[in-house]
């Protein structure tokens, strides 16, 4: 399970496909707006009566600058006072949500995503947090996992030493490319020495964790100018890695519009800069953990995946699969049981609906059986590149092979290129195809056929 990956250009021509990236399952394209605020309510008191443990989102949108590539649920302003509406409806959520929760249900994990969480000023952020120990019962001894995203651009040794005092002890933060010709095509002007000084401030306050994001595939870019970014995060030491593939997609995101598409790296420098990015990775010591993820030996996610115990959800890899994870903020999603909800994506229909005493729950889905089968699989593939045929047949009184019947011939097609190993009792997927398990977790996706006019980005 922990051999290296090993690079084949082959493999990857044959195999780099378009399709989801996994964070669930089924994924919210699946969403329909027949789920709303009594689902959510019902699935809560189910989490009450199980004493089940919770991660909790908070989605915090603002965000002072845009960035040309970014595909998330953002507002852009100036306006600082735009916050306040929203962090009161905020707090109007907390309130709903938490009066059918149980106070026992402990939050192991927190999570501030955005936009720019720290676009809020530090009385802002401490309320917050106040509210959020107020309504959930969040630990105070510094044993949960704390997270909060961070645009070194937007924070100081005085917001880190802020976010320490409230509470947080991981933080992540955004990169993308230190090169300055490709931050001013993606509007991002970062130096390094503005990233390096919130790290230091991080290891001097002593987070727990430090991830940093980079993308590859930005306009401007080349196998040696991002290969010189890579050598500069190393010597940063961090102890997660996100190494993202730039998905160009500007019918869907608008910013990306203003990106000029000539200007974006042909495929084979994209292939050229992940092989030499995994070379660098693996020579300083990370891990490669799957989906874009590398992480030092010591660290939890390393450890999880060795030991048998990490898992996949709207989160990304973590190590709190087994929480029911609540989202609260505009676009947030749950996952509570064998529900998925989301809240509205719109600023105003998300505040106007907590402003008129409702939750803004506007979509999401019920799994089946079916669903629960797949996940169980994907989930089993996507964290741990091999799957026992004999645990998924005891834990869902099936036989594997039958229940699959009509994909076996296209597993023995993965088997006879390299992608995987296939026998009577698995699949384990081949360092040369650790790279593409996306490819072969779709082939586990019941809904993936009926979705010819979604775009998704592809594996590589």
């Known amino acids: 399970m922990l051999d290296t990956l090993r690079w084949d250009a082959d493999l990857i021509r044959r195999y780099d496909l378009a399709g989801p990236r996994y964070t669930s399952y089924p994924t919210a394209v699946q969403f329909h707006d027949g789920v709303g605020p009594f689902d959510l309510l019902h699935a809560l008191r189910d989490s009450a009566q199980a004493r089940r443990a919770l991660s909790l989102y908070v989605h915090l949108p603002f965000c002072a600058h845009i960035c040309y590539y970014c595909a998330c649920n953002k507002v852009i302003t100036k306006d600082r006072g735009r916050s306040a509406l929203y962090l009161q409806r905020l707090q109007q959520e907390m309130s709903q949500v938490a009066r059918h929760l149980d106070r026992a249900q402990v939050v192991e994990q927190l999570h501030f995503g955005g936009g720019t969480p720290t676009f809020l000023s530090h009385d802002e952020l401490r309320q917050l947090m106040t509210d959020l120990r107020q309504h959930f019962h969040l630990l105070d001894d510094d044993g949960g996992d704390y997270s909060i995203e961070i645009d070194p651009r937007e924070a100081d040794w ?100 203003r990106i000029n598409a000539d200007d974006l790296p042909s495929p084979g420098a994209k292939l050229e800069m992940l092989q030499r990015t995994i070379e660098q990775l693996s020579a300083a010591g990370y891990r490669y953990i799957g989906m874009d993820h590398f992480a030092l030996p010591d660290d939890e996610l390393a450890i999880a995946q060795e030991d048998g115990t990490l898992q996949r959800n709207f989160q990304g890899y973590t190590t709190h699969g087994h929480c029911d994870l609540i989202g609260l903020g505009v676009s947030s999603i749950s996952q509570i049981g064998d529900l998925y909800c989301q809240n509205s994506n719109d600023l105003n229909d998300y505040q106007g609906s907590l402003g008129n005493g409702q939750l803004a729950t506007r979509r999401g889905l019920h799994c089946n059986a079916d669903d629960r089968i797949r ?43 390299g992608l995987i190993r296939l026998d009577e009792r698995g699949i384990e997927i081949n360092p040369a195809g650790r790279l593409l398990v996306r490819s072969v977790c779709m082939l586990f996706d019941h809904y993936l056929p009926l979705q010819s006019t979604q775009r998704f980005s592809r594996v590589i």
């Open 158 to 257: 005085a917001t880190m030493g802020l976010l320490r005092d409230i509470g947080f002890n991981r933080v992540s933060l955004g990169v993308q490319d230190f090169d300055p010709a490709v931050q001013r095509a993606v509007n991002r002007l970062q130096s390094l020495e503005e990233t390096r000084a919130i790290v230091e401030a991080a290891r001097t306050l002593q987070f727990r964790s430090i991830n940093l994001d980079l993308i590859y595939g930005l306009p401007l870019q080349s196998p040696d100018s991002f290969a010189r970014t890579v050598e500069e995060v190393i010597a940063l030491q961090p102890d997660r890695l996100s190494v993202f593939n730039y998905a160009h997609l500007p019918e869907r995101f608008p910013p990306q519009r």
């Open 375 to 417: 996940r169980a699989v994907i989930q089993q593939l996507i964290c741990h590149f091999q799957l026992d045929f004999v645990a998924i047949e005891q834990q869902f009184a099936i036989d594997f092979k039958a229940y699959f019947a009509e994909l076996w011939p296209q597993l023995q097609a993965c088997a006879a290129d």
